[in-house]
């Protein structure tokens, strides 16, 4: 599991818009807050999504750009943008390798039945591509506020 104080992973993934978006593209500009989800358009992820979007201009004006991730491709990323007229950018991570990377793709229990899946997690990353916030399992209501108080106080 990432820990604070390490590096951040590095990736260069498709967005919903099929432009690749890189870590990289940040580094010495802006935070990043990193966040895993399951799924496109599901309860959960779209409450989480849905408020992270009503706080995107405390995030801008605090120097951060929001990132979700997920394995859904990117035209489902596009379609669920499009639905609920989210402001994150939302990246495509089919193969897996940002989710293990990242230490967010765990055995899960569900109704008596384990299977493997993003455990829903957020990460802060600084400016200087170091993370400096990890949370793993985290709950969606109100999980955009906490993530925009924490960068608040940098």
Same mark, same amino acid.
């Given at each position: 599991?990432?820990?604070? +104080? *390490?590096?951040?992973?590095?990736?260069?993934?498709?967005?919903?818009?099929?432009? #690749?978006?890189?870590?990289? /593209?940040? *580094?010495?500009?802006?935070?990043?807050?990193? =966040?895993? =989800?399951?799924? /496109? &358009? #599901?309860?959960?992820?779209?409450?989480?999504?849905?408020?992270?979007?009503?706080?995107? /201009?405390?995030? #801008?004006?605090?120097?951060?750009?929001?990132? @979700?991730?997920?394995? &859904?491709?990117?035209?489902? %990323?596009?379609?669920?943008?499009?639905?609920? +007229?989210?402001?994150?950018?939302?990246?495509? /991570? #089919?193969?897996?390798?940002?989710?293990?990377?990242?230490?967010?793709?765990?055995?899960?229990?569900?109704?008596?039945?384990?299977?493997? @899946?993003?455990?829903?997690?957020?990460?802060?990353?600084?400016?200087?591509? *170091?993370?400096? &916030?990890?949370?793993? @399992?985290?709950?969606? &209501? @109100? %999980?955009?506020?906490?993530?925009?108080?924490?960068?608040?106080?940098?």
């Amino acid at each position: 599991m990432i820990q604070p +104080g *390490n590096p951040a992973p590095q990736f260069s993934l498709p967005n919903q818009a099929q432009q #690749t978006l890189s870590l990289a /593209d940040f *580094n010495g500009e802006k935070n990043v807050v990193l =966040y895993f =989800y399951p799924k /496109d &358009d #599901t309860s959960g992820c779209t409450l989480e999504a849905n408020q992270f979007t009503a706080l995107i /201009d405390q995030f #801008t004006a605090a120097n951060t750009v929001v990132i @979700g991730v997920s394995k &859904d491709s990117c035209e489902s %990323h596009q379609a669920f943008i499009n639905k609920y +007229g989210l402001k994150v950018e939302l990246i495509s /991570d #089919t193969n897996g390798e940002l989710c293990e990377a990242y230490g967010v793709w765990q055995e899960k229990e569900k109704n008596g039945t384990r299977k493997m @899946g993003i455990v829903r997690s957020t990460f802060i990353i600084d400016r200087q591509g *170091n993370v400096i &916030d990890a949370e793993y @399992g985290v709950k969606a &209501d @109100g %999980h955009a506020l906490a993530v925009l108080e924490k960068i608040s106080a940098l």
